[in-house]
C-alpha cells in the first residue's frame, strides 16, 4: 500500500485497513502513536451473534447488522481490541515510545488488556472529562408500569425460533444479515424472558422461510401483534386522578400518561417504590491509555540513544504546573465539580510556539475555567470540545478538539518526531502534530474520511476565514443547497 503525501510530505496519509498498512512500516521507525481507536459501544456479540457463529454474508444487510456507535459500522473492536494490532504497534515504535490512545468507560479494559498484553507497559490512564454527555439511563419506575402481562406468550414463541435456529445451524447474526436488521435476532431467538420481542407478521414470514417451520405459533404470533401497542395491563387497572387537557410531555413521577390515553393515572405502589432508580450515570469521561513500548537499558540510555521513553513535562505545564492525568473542556458543568471554582477565561490551547496560552474561546460562555485564576480547575489542561473549527466540515461524530490531541502530541514526540495514528478519522492527530512541527503517518479506512483528511491538510495553513468558508463548502456540497420556504410562495 503507497501513502499519499499531504501537506509537502510531512503527512502520509494510508488509504486502507492499517492492519495492511501498518505491515509497510519499517521497525523501530515511529517516535509516539496517539490514536482515537473505535470505542466499539455495541458489544460484539450483539453486533455478530456467539464467538463460534459462522460469518454472515450479504453485504449491505451485514453492514447494517454491524453497526456500532450511532450507526457507525467502523465502531468495532475486531482491531482495537487484539493484542496483534499492537503488536504490530510494538514493533514499530523506537524503544521507549509512548502510545496514546482513547477509549469508552465501558470498553477501556479491553483496549488496555490488548495494550499491555502486546508487550507495552502501562503508564497510566488520563481522564478527559467533558459535561455536554447525555445520560442514557432506563427509568426503572416507569418501566414497571409499561410492562405487559404476556412476556411468557413471547418467550414461548422466541423459544421456539431459537429451537428452529439451531436445528437449522443458522446463527443470529445470519438472521440479521437476512433480514437486514441490526440486533434483533438475539430478541426473536432470546430464552431470556427480560430480553425477548415478537417479530412482526413480515418478519415472522421470513424467518418461517429462512428457518424452515411449520404453522404452528402462527395464530399465537398473530394475536401478540395484535396486543402490540395496547396499554400495560397495570395502566389499565390504574386509578385515574384526572385528565391532560393537551399531551403532556414525557415524565414520570406520581401520575403517569399514555401518549394514546388523556387520562391521568396513578402510579402503582411497585413503581412508586422504584421511583428515581436508573440504570446508567451520565457519561462526563473518556479513558486515554498511556503506554511505553519496554526501554532498552535505563530511561537516560534510552532517550540517549533513541530519542524517546520519557514524556514532556515542561511543554505540557499548565500554568507552571505540573501536568496533571486530568484534562477537561472547560465547560461550566466539569469546573464546578472542583472545589474552588474559578473566573472566566478563554479556551487554552498549546500554542505553536510551545508555550500554553490562551487560545480561542467558544464563543458560548462555556469556558469558565480561567488560566490566570489560582482556583483548581485551572490547574489542569483545558479546551472546548471540538468545534466547527476543529471540524473543518466534516461529518464524522467523534471528532476530537485539534487542542487536545496537540497537547497530547506534544507530551509524548520529541521535536520533529514522527508520529502514527493508525485510525486517524478526520486527521485531527495529524493537524495537531503539524502545529508541533512533527510529521505523521495517518491510516484510515473509510473513503469519506479520507476525504475529511485531504481538506483538513489543505486548511491547516490557512486562516480562519478561509478555514470557516471551506468548511460551509464541504458541508452544502455534500447536501444540495435548498433555499428552503423563502420562494415557496412565490
Ligand atoms: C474514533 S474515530 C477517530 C476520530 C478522530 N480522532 C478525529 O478526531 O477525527 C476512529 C476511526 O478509525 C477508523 N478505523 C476503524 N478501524 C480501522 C481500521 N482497521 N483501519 C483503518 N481505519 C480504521 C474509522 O473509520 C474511524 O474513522
Known sequence: MTPESLLDGRVQLY????????????????????????????????????????????????????????????????????????????????????????????????????????????????????????????????????????????????????????AAGISRAQIDAHIGTSDMAGWWTSRLAHRCQCPTPEQWAVLKALLGFGDDMDAEVARLNERKGEHSDTWKGARIIGEYESAPRMGFGDHRFNARDSKIREASDAAREWRGWGTALKPACEPVCLGRKPLAGTVAENVLEHGVGAINIDGCRVEQRFPANVLHDGSAEVVSLFPVSVSSGGKQTAGHDGAM????????????????????????????????????????????????????????????????????????????????????ILMEREPQYQDDIRRRMRLALSGPDERRRESIKAKVEDKPFDPGSLFANL
Not at 368 to 387: C, I, P, Q, V
Not at 389 to 418: C, E, F, I, N, Y
Open 15 to 166: 488509504c486502507g485497513d492499517n492492519r495492511d498498512a501498518i505491515a509497510a512500516i519499517p521497525d523501530n521507525s515511529i517516535d509516539a502513536i496517539v490514536s482515537d481507536p473505535p470505542y466499539a459501544l455495541v458489544s460484539i456479540v450483539k453486533r455478530f451473534g456467539k464467538a463460534d457463529s459462522a460469518p454472515a454474508s450479504g453485504n449491505d444487510a451485514y453492514a447494517r447488522a454491524s453497526a456500532g456507535f450511532m450507526g457507525q459500522a467502523w465502531d468495532t473492536g475486531e482491531v482495537a481490541f487484539s493484542p496483534d494490532f499492537w503488536r504490530e504497534c510494538v514493533r514499530v515504535l523506537k524503544p521507549g515510545g509512548h502510545v496514546i490512545a482513547f477509549s469508552g468507560t465501558r470498553t477501556y479494559h479491553r483496549l488496555a488488556c490488548a495494550i499491555e498484553d502486546a508487550g507495552f507497559e502501562v503508564r497510566d490512564m488520563l481522564s478527559w472529562l467533558y459535561g455536554s454527555g447525555f445520560p442514557k439511563s432506563h427509568d426503572v419506575a416507569k418501566g414497571i408500569d409499561k410492562r405487559r402481562d404476556d412476556r411468557d406468550d413471547i418467550l414461548a414463541v422466541t423459544t421456539f425460533v431459537a429451537d428452529a435456529a439451531d
Open 357 to 440: 496560552r490562551m487560545g480561542r474561546t467558544s464563543g458560548d460562555g462555556a469556558n469558565a475555567g480561567g488560566l490566570g485564576d489560582a482556583g483548581s480547575a485551572a490547574r489542569f489542561f483545558y479546551t472546548a470540545k471540538a468545534d466547527d473549527h476543529d471540524r473543518a466540515g466534516s461529518k464524522h461524530p467523534t471528532v476530537k478538539p485539534v487542542d487536545l490531541m496537540q497537547w497530547l502530541v506534544r507530551l509524548v514526540t520529541p521535536k520533529g518526531g514522527l508520529v502514527l495514528d493508525p485510525f486517524a478519522g478526520t486527521g485531527t492527530t495529524g493537524e495537531a502534530a503539524f502545529r508541533e512541527g512533527c510529521r505523521t
